[in-house]
């Protein structure tokens, strides 16, 4: 169980979403979902990058992340079956850093280094 004050999963995060009794975090590297009654991991997987944050719409996770990469940002998002933790799919942005996600009116929105705020709705 997590405990307010109680220091359940090691993370190094700088975001994390909730969903029902579950929330999704990400560390450097990994993205995961714990149960947030029982503390036990449901899924965890490999993001590859080491600036995470995490935002949930429906059944969907999705997870901005930014790592160095020949000393500039590669920057991804990618999208989660918060059930399964299954990649849906994956979207490349090459405008540095990228900050966020935030989700309002079935849109997605995330914001780069550059100032550039970046809207996608569904099927794109």
Not at 29 to 53: C, E, H, L, P, Q
Not at 64 to 69: E, F, H, N, V
Not at 80 to 95: H, P, Y
């Amino acid at each position: 169980m997590i405990q307010r004050g109680k220091k359940s999963t090691k993370t190094d995060s700088p975001g994390i979403a909730v969903t029902g009794d579950s929330l999704i975090f990400g560390g450097y590297a990994n993205v995961s979902m714990i149960n947030t009654t029982t503390g036990r991991t449901i899924w965890s997987r490999r993001f590859n990058s080491d600036y995470i944050k995490p935002a949930i719409a429906g059944d969907t996770a999705f997870v901005a992340g930014s790592g160095r990469k020949n000393a500039e940002w590669d920057s991804k998002i990618k999208y989660f079956d918060i059930n399964s933790g299954k990649r849906m799919a994956s979207l490349q942005l090459d405008e540095g850093r990228i900050h966020g996600p935030a989700i309002a009116n079935n849109t997605l929105f995330v914001t780069s280094d550059s100032g550039t705020v970046y809207a996608f709705t569904g099927g794109e």
